[in-house]
């Protein structure tokens, strides 16, 4: 049986079939909608089939023009129980999907009440596209940490490579390596050392601390002294003539002072390069310092994730900084302190003063630990001040200073956030300067201190490093603060065991310590014996390869600095006819 087409009218005014009441009738002679059976239905009702072309074209016993009639208008009807059968079972296969997003869960409190905003609805797409943007950028920032810490361990100054960091003193051809020694040995570290050191002399003289101090804020800040006729003492350990005299007396078997152990106690912190001569005599240790040592000076933002600039003329560069610290924490030592108050003697007078000069006011303590039965320790101590708890006892302290430049560059305005986010600032301070931090808690720990008090000193103006202001001081005890600092005391001295046992296979002669400035290891040279003397000639490097900071003598520096300053402040108040402008408002 062959299946008519029927005829196909033309419409030759658009697409479709002709909209004239006479148009050609369709399939067989009958109109397209009459013949075509339609049954209503709801929108909302599920759209099955229209037409079925493989049902069986019509019923066995019907023939000629009904039967052909029947064929065609069966393909449309789908009343049959069969046909219902089929439905039914496709219908219980069928399973509509609920598109909605899940409700959000409300958000419980206060704050989230009256801070929520209202948000414009967005479409799918902007919603990944959003977070696709956000993982992008989450990637860069880690990417970018990732980088900073890699050139922070290995590259010596972050962020800019063209900046080759070099050793803090120049290696010279003749010296031989002994020993290279990574951070990650002294991490490992552990011994226990008596916690009760044994006072073998007392020197010196102090002065009681002022506790007006401790109720400065930066609304009643007060202005940072100048104390330019009192001398500051950095001897080392071979030029103190009581550590000659205990030598002598076979006291022990090495000799130190605490900022040097301290610096060996705070390696795995440390980021700039350093160094210490080692002198093995006899059975004898003496660990100094070389004179114009790094280790006379503070750093600033040592271990911040953005470098400083190197350029020695700018204010803010690290050398600079290096040396304002410096001045910032002599000055602040001397100002804390009560005026013409009854002076705490000791023992003995303070051994590198002379009857001439005034010499700012330290105790010295010569304290021995024992490491093992064979060898003992004796180092000098600083303690700056005196105090009294509150049972009336009486207390020893050191005194330090941290010191803001620019609030820009270290993140948190201190002017701002010191009275209501304390806990902040000292938490950025302990990201950017963890080294310095952790080697005054550990100089605490050694001098037996009861507190230790940290002022913050803030330049009046971040473009003049001339006058600074005290904003507020606060006091630690030494163990609770090191134990907030993550400063692990076993660790400390079982970094200085490790040294001292290294140290003792040496033969008779001099060596150096150098922290690598590239890479956090510790290296071990054995040096002339007339090295770093008077009359040793070392090859110097090119002027323009080196980088000296002004460690030489940092009172001459500060001395410079004051006369800057006063000349600056003459100079402005001769030129604005204000015979009452002061010279700290010039310079600000």
């Not at 001397?334 to 330290?362: C, H, I, M, W, Y």
């Not at 040279?525 to 003397?533: G, K, L, T, W």
Request: proline letters at 7%.
């Amino acid at each position: 049986m062959g299946f008519d087409v029927g005829v196909v009218p033309f419409n030759p005014d658009g697409w479709g079939p002709p909209d004239a009441p006479g148009a050609a009738p369709l399939l067989g002679g009958a109109v397209a909608t009459a013949s075509i059976p339609f049954a209503p239905f709801s929108r909302s009702d599920k759209l099955g089939r229209i037409a079925d072309w493989t049902r069986n074209p019509g019923h066995p016993g019907a023939h000629g023009h009904h039967a052909a009639a029947a064929s065609r208008d069966s393909v449309f009807d789908f009343s049959s129980a069969d046909d219902s059968l089929a439905a039914a079972a496709e219908d219980s296969s069928f399973s509509l999907v609920d598109a909605k997003p899940p409700p959000k869960h409300p958000r419980f409190g206060p704050k989230w009440r009256f801070n929520q905003r209202p948000q414009l609805p967005q479409r799918r797409d902007e919603e990944v596209e959003a977070k696709r943007r956000e993982a992008e950028k989450e990637r860069a920032r880690r990417e970018r940490h990732y980088q900073n810490h890699r050139s922070h361990h290995h590259q010596g100054f972050r962020g800019n490579q063209q900046n080759t960091a070099k050793p803090s003193v120049d290696i010279q051809p003749d010296w031989t390596i002994l020993e290279q020694i990574p951070f990650a040995n002294f991490t490992k570290l552990s011994f226990a050392v008596n916690d009760q050191p044994e006072d073998l002399l007392v020197c010196g003289a102090v002065d009681s601390y002022d506790r007006a101090y401790d109720r400065v804020n930066p609304k009643t800040a007060r202005r940072l002294e100048r104390f330019k006729n009192r001398q500051f003492f950095k001897i080392t350990t071979t030029d103190d003539p009581i550590i000659r005299r205990l030598a002598e007396e076979d006291k022990a078997t090495v000799f130190a002072t605490d900022a040097i152990l301290a610096a060996l106690m705070c390696t795995p912190r440390s980021i700039l390069s350093w160094d210490i001569v080692v002198q093995r005599v006899g059975n004898k240790l003496f660990f100094d310092k070389r004179e114009g040592s790094q280790l006379d000076l503070l750093t600033v933002n040592e271990t911040a994730q953005e470098q400083l600039p190197e350029n020695k003329d700018d204010i803010n560069s690290a050398p600079a900084l290096a040396v304002e610290a410096t001045y910032i924490n002599q000055n602040f030592s001397q100002q804390v302190l009560v005026r013409d108050g009854e002076k705490v003697t000791f023992d003995e007078p303070n051994p590198f003063a002379s009857e001439n000069e005034e010499a700012a006011p330290v105790c010295y303590r010569y304290r021995r630990w024992k490491l093992d039965d064979d060898i003992s320790i004796i180092a000098r101590c600083e303690v700056h001040a005196a105090g009294v708890d509150p049972s009336g006892a009486r207390q020893f302290l050191t005194l330090n200073a941290l010191n803001e430049f620019d609030p820009k560059i270290t993140g948190v305005d201190w002017k701002q956030k010191l009275e209501s986010q304390r806990g902040a600032v000292l938490a950025t301070e302990l990201k950017n300067n963890a080294n310095k931090l952790a080697r005054w808690t550990a100089q605490a720990l050694l001098s037996g201190a009861d507190m230790m008090k940290l002022g913050y000193v803030s330049r009046v103006h971040p473009r003049d490093h001339f006058n600074h202001s005290i904003l507020t001081v606060m006091g630690y005890k030494p163990r609770d603060f090191a134990t907030q600092i993550n400063l692990n005391t076993a660790n400390m001295w079982g970094i200085v065991k490790s040294i001292v046992d290294i140290c003792m296979k040496f033969e008779e002669g001099k060596y150096v310590l150098v922290k690598d400035p590239a890479k956090p290891q510790m290296r071990i040279y054995q040096v002339p014996n007339d090295a770093f003397e008077n009359d040793y000639v070392e090859e110097p490097l090119p002027e323009e390869e080196q980088i000296r900071p002004a460690t030489d003598d940092v009172d001459a520096t500060a001395q410079e600095m004051d006369a800057a300053a006063e000349a600056e402040a003459n100079k402005a108040t001769t030129q604005g006819g204000d015979g009452e402008k002061s010279a700290d408002a010039a310079a600000a």
